[in-house]
C-alpha cells in the first residue's frame, strides 16, 4: 500500500498568514493527489483534485502543486473559516490511502 | 444537486453484521459516469478508504477489510449498500458514503453524505 505522510501534524497561524501544508507518498503517484478539508463533525469537503486542480466552488486563495511523490497545499491568506484539518489521498492505486492529517488551529 | 445520505443502526453487537445504506438523489447510481464509495473514520483518528462500487455492480474492496465486507446497488431504490460482517470495537467509526468523479485522469471524493456514527458494543 502507498503510504501518505503529512507534514506538519498541526500548526498554528493566525488569519492572514501564509499556510503551507506538506504530503510526501511513499512512491510516486504522478499527479493523482487530492486534498480536502474537514471540520469538526463534518464531512470531508474535496477542495484540490489532481495535485493542483481547484475543486469547484472552493476559493482562489486554495492552490495545490506537486508531482512524484512531494506535494504541496498551500492557502495564501488564511480566513476564520479555514481552521479546520486538512488530508491529503492518493488516488493513483488501490487502497486508496489518505495521509494522518493536519490541523490548523 | 447531488444529495448523499447514510442511514442503519448505530449500534451492532460484536461478531454481527453492520449493514448501512446510501440513498442518492439527483444522480442515478448505475448513471455510468461517475461511482460509489465508502470511507470510514475511527473516533479522533483519521480516514480509512473501504472500498468502490461501480455502477456496473463490480466492487473493488480495500485488502486489509475485503474478507468482511461487501458492498451493492440497489438501481431500483437508487441506493448502495455496506456489509461489513464479524463486526469488533475496531469497526466503531463514523461511516461516510462518497460519490467518486473522474478528475484529469485519475478519481476524487468529490460528493460526501453527512456521515453516519457506528458503534460496536
Known amino acids: 500500500d502507498i503510504q501518505m505522510t503529512q507534514s506538519p501534524s498541526s500548526l498554528s497561524a493566525s488569519v492572514g498568514d501564509r499556510v503551507s501544508i506538506t504530503c510526501q507518498a511513499s512512491e510516486s503517484i504522478s499527479t493523482s493527489l487530492n486534498w480536502y478539508q474537514q471540520k469538526p463533525g463534518r464531512a470531508p469537503k474535496l477542495l484540490i483534485y489532481a495535485a493542483s486542480g481547484l475543486q469547484s466552488g472552493v476559493p482562489s486563495r486554495f492552490s495545490g502543486s506537486g508531482s512524484g511523490r512531494d506535494f504541496t497545499l498551500v492557502i495564501t491568506s488564511l480566513h476564520p473559516d479555514d481552521f479546520a484539518t486538512y488530508y491529503c489521498?492518493?488516488?493513483?492505486?488501490?487502497?486508496?490511502?489518505f495521509g494522518q492529517g493536519t490541523t490548523v488551529e | 444537486q447531488v444529495q448523499l445520505q447514510e442511514s442503519g443502526p448505530g449500534l451492532v453487537k460484536p461478531s454481527e453484521t453492520l449493514s448501512l445504506t446510501c440513498s442518492v438523489s439527483?444522480?442515478?447510481?448505475?448513471?455510468?459516469?461517475?461511482?460509489w464509495t465508502w470511507i470510514r473514520q475511527p473516533p479522533g483518528k483519521g480516514l480509512e478508504w473501504i472500498g468502490y462500487?461501480?455502477?456496473?455492480?463490480?466492487?473493488n474492496y480495500n485488502s486489509v477489510l475485503k474478507s468482511r465486507v461487501t458492498m451493492s446497488l440497489d438501481t431500483s431504490k437508487n441506493h448502495f449498500t455496506l456489509k461489513m460482517n464479524s463486526v469488533t470495537a475496531a469497526d466503531t467509526a463514523v461511516y461516510y458514503c462518497a460519490r467518486v468523479r473522474m478528475k484529469r485522469g485519475s478519481d476524487a471524493f468529490d460528493i460526501w453524505g453527512q456521515g453516519t456514527v457506528v458503534n460496536v458494543s
Open positions: 439527483g444522480a442515478s447510481v448505475d448513471g455510468g459516469t461517475v461511482y
Open positions: 489521498q492518493q488516488s493513483y492505486t488501490t487502497p486508496r490511502t
Open positions: 462500487i461501480y455502477y456496473s455492480g463490480t466492487t
